[in-house]
């Protein structure tokens, strides 16, 4: 499997005129991403969509991932959530990797809010997909 990036994902892709377009941070072996939901966002009147929330914690394991200099994709995510998360509220997300192996990757992520109330945390198995390799000549 080749995995290219075109700019367009949901969650980072700067040309996604309905995605996120969250940017990270790279520092200690964590990734950090601010988030501020708009109402285009909303499950519940005025409550960020749980899925919005598992996407962004979701990609924020990937880039953990990705700043170690692998490339996976997502095999199982498992979301906690402790309080909802309101329309205009701030957040930041961290996420680092727990643990590399060569099949497997394991990974781990919280969402807060400003004052440092837990919104939801996420743990997510990830396999490293191997780099498509062209060989000369054929």
Do not use: W
Not at 53 to 70: F, K, N, R, V, Y
């Amino acid at each position: 499997m080749k995995l290219e990036d075109d700019d367009h994902c949901f969650a980072c892709g700067k040309n996604n005129k309905c995605g996120l377009k969250l940017s990270f941070d790279y520092s200690n072996g964590k990734i950090t991403s601010e988030f501020i939901p708009s109402k285009i966002y909303q499950g519940y009147k005025d409550i960020t969509h749980g899925g919005i929330i598992t996407t962004i914690l979701d990609e924020s394991m990937i880039q953990a991932a990705i700043a170690e200099g692998l490339t996976p994709v997502t095999a199982e995510i498992s979301v906690r959530f402790r309080k909802p998360l309101m329309l205009n509220e701030t957040t930041v997300v961290e996420a680092k990797i727990t643990k590399r192996g060569t099949r497997l990757i394991e990974a781990s992520a919280h969402m807060l809010k400003d004052n440092g109330d837990s919104i939801a945390e996420a743990y997510a198995k990830l396999i490293p997909v191997k780099k498509e390799i062209k060989k000369s000549g054929k």
